[in-house]
């Protein structure tokens, strides 16, 4: 296996990216109303707006979703939450957020603690995390990408002439 | 059969990259990685793999491009290159097809998504 500490103490990792500019919706359900998790996710998928992440954790009598959309769905889900006004559902939107995701993890916790670390000193906020086979992912407000980066790559190893942290190419889907 | 043989896998999405690697680690293949064309290409001059399973579409440097310098270089051009390719005939935002990637110089392909079990059977009929 690779070593992944090197001598200086940082954490060989393959890259880290930064998401364009998101928006984070979030839903919360009494777990004694028995809750389905479909109604957001119904009127997401008939507005035809993607997500790029969704978690969903229980707190207590709390069950809490949250899911993350372009920056440019933005009017239609407002329009969206304002579609059924028989509805009880509330769904919060937060704009002007992102994710940063670094990748592997080797499925270690001392990278995760490091990083969690990093940002509370570096006052990041997080408005979620979760992990894929290879990546670690973190909800951040848009406008702290650079100071995030700068909090943790104190601590990382990146290969020379790594990919870039932001992808130069963007697609918008056009909807027939 | 494989003698722990070195394999880069080179794709722009991580997971991906990381469920290629486990299948071929499991199958006694050494793996390096890469998630674009540029940093592949680095990896190529440094480590010389014997194969090279190569996505298309990637920023700065997309699958088509490296795999044509790989097969104009005469110290590289014996790689074996595999490329990821999308099953659609046309995607209309780009000008890469399913039958660009049959007509380029790339040893072999497989479509995305990927059955993991082929890929391992088109890297072993190509490392025979």
Redesign the interface.
Request: charged share 25%; proline share 4%; aromatic share 8%.
């Given at each position: 296996m690779t070593e992944q500490v090197q001598e200086n103490g940082k954490i060989r990792i393959?890259?880290i990216?930064l998401s364009r500019e998101l928006i984070l919706l979030k839903q919360s359900f009494s777990v004694a109303d028995n809750p389905s998790i479909f109604p957001i996710y119904a009127r997401l998928a008939q507005g035809k707006i993607n997500i790029t992440y969704l978690s969903a954790i229980q707190k207590g009598k709390l069950i809490h979703i949250s899911c993350l959309a372009a920056n440019e769905e933005f009017n239609q889900i407002q329009c969206l939450q304002h579609a059924d006004s028989n509805s009880d559902d509330h769904i919060e939107i937060l704009p002007g957020k992102s994710t940063l995701?670094l990748?592997?993890h080797q499925g270690r916790f001392d990278l995760l603690g490091r990083i969690l670390g990093a940002f509370g000193e570096a006052h990041i906020k997080l408005y979620g995390f979760s992990s894929?086979?290879?990546?670690l992912t973190f909800v951040i407000d848009y406008n702290q990408q650079e100071t995030a980066v700068s909090a943790i790559i104190e601590y990382l190893e990146l290969?020379?002439?790594?990919?870039?942290f932001q992808?130069?190419?963007s697609?918008v889907e056009k909807r027939s | 059969m494989s003698e722990e043989k070195l394999i880069l896998v080179v794709d722009d999405d991580p997971d991906l990259v990381e469920s290629v690697a486990m299948k071929l680690e499991s199958k006694n293949f050494r793996v390096a990685k890469a998630y674009d064309g540029v940093e592949a290409w680095e990896k190529i001059k440094e480590e010389k793999p014997p194969l090279i399973i190569l996505d298309v579409m990637m920023p700065r440097k997309n699958g088509y491009e490296l795999c044509k310098e790989i097969k104009a270089d005469e110290n590289y051009k014996d790689i074996i290159v595999i490329l990821l390719t999308a099953v659609a005939d046309a995607v209309t935002s780009t000008t890469y097809t399913h039958f660009d990637g049959k007509t380029t110089e790339a040893d072999d392909y497989i479509p995305k998504p990927i059955d993991l079990d082929k890929l391992m059977d088109i890297v072993d009929e190509n490392l025979e």
């Amino acid at each position: 296996m690779t070593e992944q500490v090197q001598e200086n103490g940082k954490i060989r990792i393959g890259g880290i990216k930064l998401s364009r500019e998101l928006i984070l919706l979030k839903q919360s359900f009494s777990v004694a109303d028995n809750p389905s998790i479909f109604p957001i996710y119904a009127r997401l998928a008939q507005g035809k707006i993607n997500i790029t992440y969704l978690s969903a954790i229980q707190k207590g009598k709390l069950i809490h979703i949250s899911c993350l959309a372009a920056n440019e769905e933005f009017n239609q889900i407002q329009c969206l939450q304002h579609a059924d006004s028989n509805s009880d559902d509330h769904i919060e939107i937060l704009p002007g957020k992102s994710t940063l995701s670094l990748f592997p993890h080797q499925g270690r916790f001392d990278l995760l603690g490091r990083i969690l670390g990093a940002f509370g000193e570096a006052h990041i906020k997080l408005y979620g995390f979760s992990s894929s086979i290879s990546a670690l992912t973190f909800v951040i407000d848009y406008n702290q990408q650079e100071t995030a980066v700068s909090a943790i790559i104190e601590y990382l190893e990146l290969p020379h002439n790594h990919t870039p942290f932001q992808s130069a190419l963007s697609f918008v889907e056009k909807r027939s | 059969m494989s003698e722990e043989k070195l394999i880069l896998v080179v794709d722009d999405d991580p997971d991906l990259v990381e469920s290629v690697a486990m299948k071929l680690e499991s199958k006694n293949f050494r793996v390096a990685k890469a998630y674009d064309g540029v940093e592949a290409w680095e990896k190529i001059k440094e480590e010389k793999p014997p194969l090279i399973i190569l996505d298309v579409m990637m920023p700065r440097k997309n699958g088509y491009e490296l795999c044509k310098e790989i097969k104009a270089d005469e110290n590289y051009k014996d790689i074996i290159v595999i490329l990821l390719t999308a099953v659609a005939d046309a995607v209309t935002s780009t000008t890469y097809t399913h039958f660009d990637g049959k007509t380029t110089e790339a040893d072999d392909y497989i479509p995305k998504p990927i059955d993991l079990d082929k890929l391992m059977d088109i890297v072993d009929e190509n490392l025979e």
